[in-house]
């Protein structure tokens, strides 16, 4: 098979989907193990013509990048003008996996893609009016165009089947993997002290302004709060108390260390697809406190200390029984962990793939 992956979020500094989009392309680069063709395509900006071949570099894929000025525009226009084919550019194909970014148009061959959330449709007040009219599209045309669409999680999916109206047997389920730099054994961050660790976009949906007042309620001084995150949209969180250290966004090697070296790795998301940090810092041997919502039951399997995402004063105890029971929570975690491998998801989608083939 000749597959088309599109690769366009692989543009910008990795968050979640960027995470999702790269360990898939590798788990199915591994699973097509040289016996089908696989390329990776995007429509692109400078940045992404330097971002995007760095991000593949070690992943052994064909990499077709069209430089285009403004090309947020071009990939909307191209999706709703609805051509020419994506054949045009890159010649007969056999699959096409779009991303969230795009829908384009093809001739023939199967039609895929990924839905990490539904959070546009559930929660429209959590995202931009961008990002709403975007996915909104995407969604419109995933419903009745795709012969496969793939979700991170069985919540994912359930949505997907109910809100999107999409059969389930065009739905398929392909959980996350871990990246093999999170790991417990390696060198731990130090911040002078201990600290609890959250990483998050800095937007509402993310729900850190709980989890500053819960670090307030706790009252210790010893216990730093550091936040690793890109900046974000909505209203703030307030940063600037003492006891709270904004370390802004990090590559993943400074990522596992601050894993490594948190006394307890802190989730208060309001909702996620699947919550993919979750697993990452178990991975590194993080004790792990995480929102009781039920979106985040796969990441966190019977392995982390859960909270009413809306009381500060319940993420405030969580983190207090994290702190305690840390030898029982990290074995649990990091065997939780290890039950996800992007092999597995390159597998489900080549499976995928060639049984709708």
Known sequence: MRIAFDVSPLS??????????????????EAAAGEHEIVAFA???????????????EIPVEVRLQFLPFAHFWRQGWSRLARPAVERFLGPIDVLHFSDWMYPPQRAGIRATTVHDLVPLRHPEWVQGRTRRMHTAKYRNTAHSCDLVFANSQFTAHDVVELLGVSEER??????????????DGVS??????????VATLEPRKNLA??????ALLGRDDLLLAVVGAEGWGDQPALDRPGIARLGYVDDDELARLYRGAAVFV??????????????AMACGAPVVCSSHESMDEACGN????????????IARAIEIALDPRAELVPRGLAHAARFSWSHT??????????AA
Do not use: N
């Not at 995470?19 to 680069?29: E, H």
């Not at 709980?210 to 670090?215: N, S, T």
């Not at 989730?267 to 990452?280: A, T």
């Not at 597998?347 to 060639?354: E, K, N, S």
């Open 12 to 29: 910008h500094p990795r968050s979640g989907i960027g995470t999702y989009l790269r360990g898939s392309l590798a788990g199915l680069a």
């Open 43 to 57: 429509p692109t900006s400078p940045q992404g013509t330097k971002a995007i071949p760095a991000a593949l570099a």
């Open 171 to 184: 739905v398929r389920v392909a959980l996350p993997g871990v990246d093999a730099v999170f790991m417990s």
């Open 189 to 198: 961050a130090e911040l002078g002290g201990d600290y609890v660790l959250t």
């Open 210 to 215: 709980a989890l500053v007042e819960a670090h």
């Open 267 to 280: 989730y208060p998301s309001r909702f996620e697809g699947f919550g993919l940090p979750v697993i990452e």
């Open 303 to 314: 392995t982390a200390v859960r909270a009413d995402p809306e009381d500060p004063a319940a």
């Open 346 to 355: 390159g597998r489900v989608f080549l499976d995928a793939y060639l049984a």
